[in-house]
Nanobody, 124 residues
Framework: QVQLQESGPGLVKPSQTLSLTCTVS??????????WSWIRQPPGKGLEWMGA???????YYSPSLKSRTSFSRDTSKNQFTLQLSSVTPEDTAVYYC????????????????WGQGTQVTVSS
């Protein structure tokens, strides 16, 4: 059974960089559904696709977040990491990692695997 687990700090101060890691376990199916995405949901708002990294290492970013977003992955550990710089309180959200055959969608049904999410609060 493939599982995704987000980890990282629950509280980040404004202007700092948020770093979250998604650990994938349970099998190599993630190499077939090769786009590993980050999606977030601010309080009271819908899902927002942030970007994705392919197994190859190619990255794809939402235009609205591209300037502040950086992805990386460690295939040996089945992990991929989000770094979001210069955070503000508007970055407060539940952050999800997800895996699917394509990227760019903010619809949950487009993803084959979906993490449980982790709450991140940006506050001083």
């Amino acid at each position: 059974q493939v599982q995704l687990q987000e980890s990282g700090p629950g509280l980040v101060k404004p202007s700092q960089t948020l770093s979250l890691t998604c650990t994938v376990s349970g099998g190599s199916i993630t190499t077939i559904y090769s786009y590993w995405s980050w999606i977030r949901q601010p309080p009271g708002k819908g899902l927002e696709w942030m970007g994705a990294i392919a197994y190859s290492g190619s990255t794809y970013y939402s235009p609205s977040l591209k300037s502040r977003t950086s992805f990386s992955r460690d295939t040996s550990k089945n992990q991929f990491t989000l770094q979001l710089s210069s955070v503000t309180p508007e970055d407060t959200a539940v952050y999800y990692c997800a895996i699917g055959p394509r990227y760019g969608s903010s619809l949950k049904k487009e993803y084959v695997y979906w993490g449980q999410g982790t709450q991140v609060t940006v506050s001083s």
